[in-house]
């Protein structure tokens, strides 16, 4: 008896597709030479060859497909509950977790990085949605609390090397009108991430020549009492505001694929209201200047 997926949309799309190329690169053994008796080529019984595949989405512990990810990646989380806690506590509900190294220490002596927890790492599109169809999403966190989902061994915290002479791009939304939005703005975010598709830089590269070095370090998500923000973060930042900067370039490109490829937005449209931004970028280093002589870029 056929059963009814509870796998939300994208997530069974990309089930479906994993289970469609694992058959596509694991065909049956044939005979020896490859026909049957009667010198008729072997049929593939389609249906038995699928019900030996397993993905995480029907065996979370013991799947045996996995599609690669150009990266590996780190989801970390923090909120008030987590505040001074030495035992990990995540919202991961039913997802299995496999032993992380404790918290690294550059900036762990900065206070607050001391109560970020480590979730799980992942290097598959199937461990990717294993993970995301089993975390509370944003809409559901309380105030204070954020996830941050980071390329691993970069920790999310300006300290570190990869994030130090770099910024990010960002957008502050109104709580009450984007409570339905911010899931999906989120997922979107992140498969925008791990899929490599905010650097322009990856795919426009010389394919003879060596693979260039993606700017995109971590995305974020942030919950406050008013409003939710969503970052970019990228591992260098304009020296300068020429506009024929080509690292300047290169990030406007990522921010505007950000508001217009991800969250949706028309490039021109003015988002700034009560509580809300535009897409705008900042140094890190301007950051902390808390507005004075910050020089940000808004696409």
Do not use: C
């Amino acid at each position: 008896m056929a059963t009814v997926s509870s796998l939300p949309a994208p997530a069974l799309e990309a089930s479906r597709a994993a289970l469609s190329i694992a058959i596509d690169q694991n065909p049956p053994p044939a005979s020896k030479d490859g026909e049957n008796e009667d010198g008729e080529v072997q049929e593939v019984d389609m249906q038995a060859q699928a019900e030996g595949i397993r993905t995480v989405f029907n065996d979370p512990t013991n799947f045996n497909v996995k599609h690669p990810l150009y990266s590996s990646w780190t989801l970390w989380f923090d909120s008030p509950a987590t505040k001074g806690r030495n035992l990990p506590q995540t919202p991961i509900s039913a997802f299995p977790q496999t032993p992380l190294p404790q918290t690294p220490g550059p900036a762990a002596a900065h206070g607050w990085m001391e109560d970020i927890k480590r979730v799980i790492s992942f290097d598959s599109v199937e461990e990717f949605w294993g993970l995301y169809n089993n975390i509370v999403p944003p809409s559901q966190l309380p105030p204070k609390a954020n996830y941050y989902l980071f390329k691993e061994g970069i920790i999310p915290a300006w300290e570190d090397d990869a994030n130090k002479n770099g910024g990010k791009w960002s957008i502050q939304l109104p709580k009450d009108k984007n409570r339905g939005n911010v899931d999906n703005f989120w997922l979107y975010t992140m498969l925008a991430a791990i899929g490599e598709t905010f650097d322009p830089e990856l795919t426009t590269a010389d394919p003879a020549g060596p693979p260039p070095e993606s700017l995109i370090t971590g995305v974020i998500v942030s919950t406050r009492p008013q409003f939710y923000r969503i970052s970019i973060w990228t591992r260098l930042s304009p020296a300068s505001g020429a506009e024929d900067d080509p690292l300047r370039q290169r990030i406007e490109r990522i921010g505007r694929h950000f508001k217009t490829g991800v969250l949706g937005y028309q490039e021109n449209q003015k988002l700034n209201a009560p509580l809300a931004t535009e897409v705008e970028f900042l140094s890190h280093k301007d950051s902390e200047k808390k507005g004075k002589g910050a020089k940000k870029i808004v696409v």
